[in-house]
C-alpha cells in the first residue's frame, strides 16, 4: 500500500488536543420542535419532554436545560438516577420516572420531588410508609396496562387496584397513563383505539373509586400526530422533539413539521492509495476494483456508528458522497474518497445530519442497519461529546 503525506489534522470543534469525532446538538431546532408539538395539540394540552436515555442520545442535561427555558411542562425519565442527574443540573420542573423506583430509592424520590409511576402495590406500600415518615403527602402516577403488556395495572384488574390503593394514606393519585404499542402502524389503528377505550374506562374506574385525577396522558409522539383524541391532559413526544419522525410516525400522518436536533461528525485522519485487488478490514470482506483512494476516521463502532453499516453506508465529505468500504471496527471506519476532489487530512465527514446542501437523514442510516432512528442515536457512545449548536451559543 502506498501511504500519502499529507497536511496536518484541520482543528476540530472541540479542542485542537482532542479526537476530532463529535455529535452535534441543534437546540434551536429542539425548540422548533417543541413549538411545532404544541402548535398540533393547542394550548390546553401539556408537554412532557422524554429524556430518558440522555434524551435519545443527544444529552439529557443539554436538552433540558433548553426545553426548560422554552417553557415545556414535565420531563420524562426512566429511573432514578437520570431523574437525579437532571437535578443536580438545576432542573427544576416536574420529572416522571417511568419505571418507578427501585427498593431504596424511595427517600430519593420524596427529597428531591421526583414523581415515580406506580404499577405493584407493594411499591406503593414502601413510597407509603417513607411519606409517612417525613410527614408529606406524595404524588405518584398509576399506570394501566392496555395491551403493550409490559408494566402497568392491567386493564381489566383496575377496580381492585384502586380500592387497594385507598389505605395508602401518605399518597395521592396525581395522573394516570397508558403506553401504546402500534400508534405508528396502519394496520394496527384499531387496536390503538381500543387501547384509548381501554384506558377511559379505568380512569373512569379510579375516580368511582374516590380519586380525583390531575393528569390523563397516554400519546407518545406517534400518538400526538395521528390520534388528537389521545392528547387528554399531556402528550409525552420523544423521537419527534428530536426530529426523528420518518420511521416513528404514522406513515398516514401529515409530513410533520420537525428539524433534526442530531448531526454526527468526524474527520479523516489519513489518506491513503490501494491497488486493484487488495482488501480493506476485518475479514478481507472488501476487494479494490482498482486504484482507490481510502479515508481512514477515527470513529467505529464503540462510538455508536453501526458494524451493520459495514460495506453498505455512506458519508459526506466536501459535498459529496462517500461509500463505507470494509468491515467497521471498534474505533476506526474506512470510506472511499476516490471521487473526492481535493479530499485531504482533517477534512470534515458527516456521518448523518446536514453539512450544506447535501443531508443523510439517521431514519435512512437506521434503514439500512435494520434498525429504528432511536436506537442509532441512543446508540451514540458516552466517548462522543455532544457540541451545543445554536444561536444561544457564545
Known amino acids: 500500500m502506498l501511504w500519502v503525506a499529507l497536511a496536518s489534522m484541520t482543528q476540530n470543534p472541540i479542542e485542537a488536543s482532542?479526537?476530532?469525532?463529535?455529535?452535534?446538538?441543534?437546540?434551536?431546532?429542539?425548540?422548533?420542535?417543541?413549538?411545532?408539538?404544541?402548535?398540533?395539540?393547542?394550548?390546553?394540552?401539556?408537554?412532557?419532554?422524554?429524556?430518558k436515555a440522555d434524551a435519545y442520545g443527544h444529552g439529557a442535561v443539554l436538552c433540558a436545560?433548553?426545553?426548560?427555558?422554552?417553557?415545556?411542562?414535565?420531563?420524562?425519565?426512566?429511573?432514578?438516577?437520570?431523574?437525579?442527574?437532571?437535578?443536580?443540573?438545576?432542573?427544576?420542573?416536574?420529572?416522571?420516572?417511568?419505571?418507578?423506583?427501585?427498593?431504596?430509592?424511595?427517600?430519593?424520590?420524596?427529597?428531591?420531588?421526583?414523581?415515580?409511576?406506580?404499577?405493584?402495590?407493594?411499591?406503593?406500600?414502601?413510597l407509603n410508609i417513607a411519606a409517612r415518615a417525613r410527614g408529606a403527602i406524595?404524588?405518584?402516577?398509576?399506570?394501566?396496562?392496555?395491551g403493550m403488556g409490559r408494566l402497568g395495572v392491567r386493564y381489566d384488574e383496575v377496580s381492585e387496584f384502586a380500592a387497594s390503593f385507598r389505605r395508602f394514606e401518605s399518597l395521592r393519585i396525581e395522573g394516570?397513563?397508558?403506553?401504546?404499542?402500534?400508534?405508528?402502524?396502519?394496520?394496527?389503528?384499531?387496536?390503538?383505539?381500543?387501547?384509548i377505550a381501554r384506558f377511559r374506562q379505568a380512569a373512569e374506574i379510579f375516580r368511582a373509586h374516590g380519586h380525583q385525577i390531575a393528569l390523563e396522558h397516554l400519546?407518545?409522539?406517534?400518538?400526538?400526530?395521528?390520534?388528537?383524541?389521545?392528547?387528554?391532559?399531556?402528550?409525552?413526544?420523544?423521537?419527534?422533539?428530536?426530529?426523528?419522525?420518518?420511521?416513528?410516525?404514522?406513515?398516514?400522518?401529515?409530513?410533520?413539521?420537525?428539524?433534526?436536533?442530531?448531526?454526527?461528525?468526524?474527520?479523516?485522519?489519513?489518506?491513503?492509495?490501494i491497488r486493484r485487488?487488495?482488501?480493506?478490514?476485518?475479514?478481507?470482506?472488501?476487494?479494490?476494483?482498482?486504484?482507490?483512494?481510502?479515508?481512514?476516521?477515527?470513529?467505529?463502532?464503540?462510538?455508536?456508528?453501526?458494524?451493520?453499516?459495514?460495506n453498505r453506508g455512506r458519508v459526506v465529505v466536501r459535498g459529496k458522497f462517500a461509500p463505507v468500504v470494509g468491515r467497521i471496527s471498534m474505533d476506526l471506519t474506512l470510506i472511499d474518497v476516490s471521487a473526492v476532489d481535493g479530499v485531504q487530512v482533517g477534512d470534515m465527514v458527516t456521518l448523518w445530519g446536514s453539512d450544506g446542501e447535501m443531508a443523510i437523514p439517521v431514519e435512512d442510516v437506521a434503514q439500512i442497519a435494520g434498525t429504528l432512528s432511536y436506537e442509532v442515536t441512543c446508540g451514540?457512545?458516552?466517548?462522543?461529546?455532544?457540541?451545543?449548536?445554536?444561536?444561544e451559543t457564545p
Open 277 to 310: 485487488g487488495e482488501t480493506l478490514g476485518y475479514g478481507c470482506t472488501f476487494e479494490a476494483p482498482g486504484e482507490m483512494l481510502i479515508a481512514v476516521l477515527p470513529v467505529g463502532y464503540h462510538d455508536g456508528y453501526l458494524r451493520a453499516l459495514s
Open 65 to 126: 436545560r433548553r426545553l426548560q427555558r422554552e417553557g415545556v411542562d414535565w420531563f420524562g425519565v426512566a429511573i432514578v438516577e437520570e431523574a437525579l442527574e437532571l437535578r443536580r443540573a438545576g432542573i427544576s420542573l416536574p420529572i416522571l420516572c417511568f419505571d418507578g423506583f427501585w427498593p431504596g430509592q424511595e427517600g430519593a424520590c420524596l427529597q428531591k420531588c421526583i414523581t415515580p409511576v406506580i404499577h405493584r402495590l407493594d411499591a406503593a406500600e414502601a
Open 18 to 51: 482532542s479526537r476530532p469525532t463529535w455529535a452535534e446538538i441543534d437546540l434551536d431546532a429542539l425548540a422548533f420542535n417543541l413549538r411545532s408539538i404544541r402548535e398540533k395539540i393547542g394550548p390546553r394540552v401539556k408537554v412532557l419532554a422524554a429524556v
Open 138 to 146: 406524595f404524588p405518584v402516577h398509576v399506570k394501566i396496562d392496555t
Open 219 to 273: 400519546a407518545n409522539s406517534a400518538a400526538t400526530f395521528a390520534y388528537p383524541e389521545a392528547h387528554a391532559d399531556m402528550v409525552r413526544p420523544g423521537g419527534a422533539l428530536y426530529g426523528l419522525w420518518r420511521d416513528a410516525l404514522h406513515p398516514k400522518t401529515k409530513p410533520a413539521d420537525l428539524r433534526p436536533v442530531m448531526s454526527f461528525r468526524t474527520r479523516v485522519m489519513l489518506l491513503k492509495r
Open 176 to 195: 394516570l397513563m397508558t403506553h401504546f404499542a402500534a400508534a405508528d402502524e396502519p394496520d394496527r389503528d384499531e387496536f390503538t383505539r381500543q387501547q
Open 380 to 391: 451514540v457512545s458516552g466517548r462522543v461529546p455532544r457540541i451545543e449548536r445554536s444561536a
